[in-house]
């Protein structure tokens, strides 16, 4: 928080509404799903003191991309989430969440998600005039989006993956956080993510979104992972989930996560920065990935790379390689974990112990 003890300010996105339905599936709809997720997760976040919550549609309206971004920008929030839902032709069988951040990528699945999302840009009148003649069919579009903010970025991946470890641990059926070019997201100058709350051409999934239990089950494990993002980027403390969130969904909770307690999954493979020990007090480390239970410190364990630590942030385990005060070597780290198959890894910096930016660390 600054120096004003200004409040955190989350933007709420129900994703489609009005005259764009979304994925529609087995009578699912997913504008409906999305407002309904997103109201509870309004009213379970709209019980901490110190949050403002701000809603880009509370109703069943139809809100243009560009605008939601406007709303979120003129609050000037601390974070922007975006709820959706997925759902593809021909393969009930496909199921779980998904949580994006923006960026640049040429895998076809991710480009698939984003083009389907982005779509509705076709229902609004000049569209190729306002968003920079994007072609909701051309995936060169998606691909020439890019990231405009690396901080933003690093920010929303620490988001992105507390969110999908509380999936997981629920429901055990993460897909991952991955990258995608979503209009929704580009103009947005904060940590945003867009979560996919998982599949309504699955019968048996799109039953659990549409009912009250599995959209009270939903919006608290994000509720959980703002809060834990918020006590660990702006300070403060995070109120037990179990005082404010609805009682069914914090018992179920409570039980599947000490069934789960010796489950391991690796969320998202990533780079930080950090440093060793220098005159600056700056260190720089490659965050290669972060997993919800604690994993031995063996090169087996992680594509052979070896100085590998580990530090625990709320109810993650974050994996480091290499430490050094200098960027060039910090830079020459990232290149050799990318080629070792983490292809997410980045450097985030530290100072004396406490997390800056890459950019205050180098001025």
Same mark, same amino acid.
């Given at each position: 928080? %600054?120096?004003?003890?200004?409040?955190?300010?989350?933007?709420?996105?129900?994703?489609?509404?009005?005259?764009?339905?979304?994925?529609?599936?087995?009578?699912?709809?997913?504008?409906?799903? #999305? /407002?309904?997720?997103? /109201?509870?997760?309004?009213?379970?976040?709209?019980?901490?003191?110190?949050?403002?919550?701000?809603?880009?549609?509370?109703?069943?309206?139809?809100?243009?991309?560009?605008?939601?971004?406007?709303?979120?920008?003129?609050?000037?929030?601390?974070?922007?989430?975006?709820?959706?839902?997925?759902?593809?032709?021909?393969?009930?069988?496909?199921?779980?969440?998904e949580t994006f951040v923006m960026g640049v990528t040429k895998n076809a699945s991710n480009l698939e998600v984003a083009r389907k999302e982005n779509e509705v840009v076709t229902?609004?009148?000049?569209?190729?005039?306002?968003? %920079?003649? !994007?072609?909701?069919?051309?995936?060169? =579009?998606?691909?020439?989006? =890019?990231?405009?903010?690396?901080?933003?970025?690093?920010?929303?991946?620490?988001?992105?993956?507390?969110? @999908?470890?509380?999936?997981?641990?629920?429901?055990?059926?993460?897909?991952?956080?991955?990258?995608?070019?979503?209009?929704? /997201?580009?103009?947005?100058?904060?940590?945003?993510?867009?979560?996919?709350?998982?599949?309504?051409?699955?019968? #048996? @999934?799109?039953?659990?979104?549409?009912?009250?239990?599995?959209?009270?089950?939903?919006?608290?494990?994000?509720?959980?992972?703002?809060?834990? !993002?918020?006590?660990?980027?702006?300070?403060?403390?995070?109120?037990?989930?179990?005082?404010?969130?609805?009682?069914?969904?914090?018992?179920?909770?409570?039980?599947?996560?000490?069934?789960?307690?010796?489950?391991?999954?690796?969320?998202?493979?990533?780079?930080?920065?950090?440093?060793?020990?220098?005159?600056?007090?700056? @260190?720089?480390?490659?965050?290669?990935?972060?997993?919800?239970?604690?994993?031995?410190?063996?090169?087996?364990?992680?594509?052979?790379?070896?100085?590998?630590?580990?530090?625990?942030?709320?109810?993650? !385990?974050?994996?480091?390689?290499?430490?050094?005060?200098?960027?060039?070597? #910090?830079?020459?780290?990232?290149? @050799?974990?990318?080629?070792?198959?983490?292809?997410?890894?980045?450097?985030?910096?530290?100072?004396?112990?406490?997390?800056?930016?890459?950019?205050?660390? /180098?001025?």
């Amino acid at each position: 928080m %600054d120096a004003h003890n200004k409040k955190f300010k989350v933007v709420l996105d129900a994703g489609h509404g009005g005259k764009d339905n979304g994925a529609s599936y087995n009578s699912f709809i997913e504008k409906n799903i #999305a /407002l309904s997720t997103t /109201l509870k997760l309004g009213k379970i976040l709209e019980k901490v003191d110190d949050i403002d919550v701000v809603y880009t549609r509370k109703t069943d309206v139809f809100v243009e991309l560009n605008d939601r971004a406007t709303i979120a920008n003129k609050a000037h929030a601390d974070l922007f989430m975006s709820i959706h839902c997925n759902g593809v032709k021909n393969a009930p069988s496909a199921a779980g969440t998904e949580t994006f951040v923006m960026g640049v990528t040429k895998n076809a699945s991710n480009l698939e998600v984003a083009r389907k999302e982005n779509e509705v840009v076709t229902l609004e009148k000049d569209y190729k005039v306002k968003y %920079d003649g !994007y072609d909701p069919k051309s995936p060169q =579009s998606v691909i020439g989006m =890019s990231v405009q903010q690396e901080d933003n970025l690093i920010n929303s991946i620490e988001l992105a993956a507390l969110i @999908e470890n509380n999936f997981n641990k629920v429901r055990k059926n993460s897909r991952g956080v991955k990258q995608a070019g979503f209009l929704v /997201l580009r103009d947005i100058y904060m940590p945003r993510v867009l979560v996919e709350l998982g599949f309504l051409s699955n019968k #048996a @999934e799109g039953t659990f979104l549409n009912s009250e239990a599995g959209q009270n089950e939903m919006a608290t494990q994000i509720a959980k992972a703002i809060l834990d !993002y918020k006590k660990e980027y702006f300070g403060g403390s995070a109120p037990d989930i179990k005082s404010i969130a609805p009682a069914a969904a914090t018992s179920e909770v409570i039980k599947t996560t000490a069934k789960d307690s010796s489950h391991t999954t690796t969320v998202v493979n990533k780079a930080v920065s950090s440093t060793s020990n220098s005159n600056s007090g700056v @260190e720089f480390k490659i965050q290669i990935s972060a997993s919800g239970t604690r994993l031995a410190l063996k090169k087996q364990n992680f594509k052979g790379l070896e100085d590998v630590t580990m530090e625990e942030s709320g109810t993650l !385990y974050k994996y480091f390689y290499g430490t050094t005060s200098d960027y060039n070597q #910090a830079k020459a780290a990232l290149k @050799e974990a990318k080629d070792k198959g983490f292809s997410s890894a980045y450097i985030v910096a530290s100072k004396n112990g406490k997390k800056i930016s890459v950019t205050e660390a /180098l001025k």
